[in-house]
């Protein structure tokens, strides 16, 4: 679809900025960028008027940790997969996302990796991808969940360097911080600009120090995969939830589809951390969008949609989330009563800060990538634009 062949103006719609709603004004785009907020009176013709007719107008959202949607993960390095997942959550309001591995044979990494070069170095339909997570294969089988405990490593068994062949695209690395080699993996990460994650970790917060240090920076779905305090004898050693909702210099995650945690928990990480901290992200897994009962996989692994999220088939653990982010801004407003604004800030320019692209994405501003979600009052997609084109509806 062409770039917008003068400039075009959204108006009579609620714009969302970061602090603020602004109604009354009109979002001026130019080209791919946005060129600012305006009043409609002032523009002159030679602008073309949308009328959105009082819906909200945000930023393109943004998830940092998804696996799939719709029977596809990135684990599968095929265009049908690629395209699949990044359309559907394009068709969500989602336009950039963090393409997310999950443990798996270090070859069946290394293809997916280099099929997301390949899928980067060309414009494509469908949400942007913006680089890699990497969430495994370094985790504490204590703390594996859904994670192939087949293919589970330890830092120091000589595999990482494969993996950092592909640095240029990784922008967030998990891994358990406890293992042997995780410091030594937290300071290589750190050198090469890739953001140093823990997650599916069984550490103390002995052990987490010495990586903060380091330069341990975020914390992956928050209650998810995660250590808690423990007593020996008498005293109680903090686990990786404390430390994730403690210390000011790290930023998290938290899945927000009202199944991986209730809304007491949720309101506890959002008191903690802040929406200037706190990402809400899908971990959603080929189920999304997909019918209850349905059996979908992630690597060797088999799930089913049970209960409107994905679980192991013996239900000892969830599988990640069967939600887009979309779904989850009306969840949090009702259930965690986080405000629209904050809401908005959480799944944009709060991941946007997060891996280092809010210089250009993540919020409504002069210069910024015109990245725009116009939304209906229940949060479906009303249209989608990405870098000044419109790409939904087509």
Known sequence: ??????????????????????????????????AGIANPGDLGSETEMLDVE?????????????????????????????????????????TSLLATLSTASIPSLIASLEYAREWMQTERAGAQILGVHMEGPYFSPAQAGAQDPGNLRTPDDGTVEQLLAYHDLIRIFTYAPELP???????????????????????REE??????????????????????????????????????????GLTAEMIADNKH??????????????????????????????????????GAVEYEVHDGVGMLLDRT???GSTTLINEMIPIVMEHVDVPLVAAIRMVSLTPARVIGVADRKGSIGPGKDA????????????????????????
């Open 1 to 34: 679809m062409p770039t917008q062949s003068k400039r075009l103006a959204l108006v009579n719609g609620r714009i969302v900025l970061p602090y603020q709603v602004v109604n009354g004004k009109a979002l001026v785009i130019e080209g791919t960028t946005i």
């Open 54 to 94: 009082g819906r909200l107008i945000t930023p393109g959202l943004i998830d940092i940790h998804t696996h799939g949607a719709l029977g596809h993960t990135f684990l599968e390095p095929t265009e049908e997969a690629f395209a699949t997942i990044t359309q559907e959550n394009m068709r969500r309001g989602v």
């Open 181 to 203: 080699g995780a410091l030594e993996l937290t300071a290589r990460l750190r050198e090469l600009g890739i953001v140093p994650a823990a997650g599916h970790s069984a550490a």
């Open 207 to 248: 052990d987490l120090i010495p990586a903060i240090h380091a330069g341990l920076r975020h914390m992956i779905h928050i209650w998810s995969g995660q250590s808690t305090t423990i007593r020996e004898g008498p005293w109680r050693k903090p686990g990786l939830l404390e430390v994730s909702l403690v210390y000011e």
């Open 261 to 298: 945690l209730p809304p007491t928990l949720m309101r506890l990480a959002y008191k903690c951390i802040g929406p200037e901290r706190l990402s809400l992200i899908s971990d959603a897994t080929s189920g999304a969008g997909l019918p209850e009962g349905t059996r979908f996989g992630m």
């Open 317 to 319: 653990a969830f599988a």
């Open 371 to 394: 990245d725009i979600a116009v939304f209906n009052n229940d949060f479906t997609a009303w249209r989608v634009m990405i870098g000044g084109r419109w790409v939904y509806p087509v």
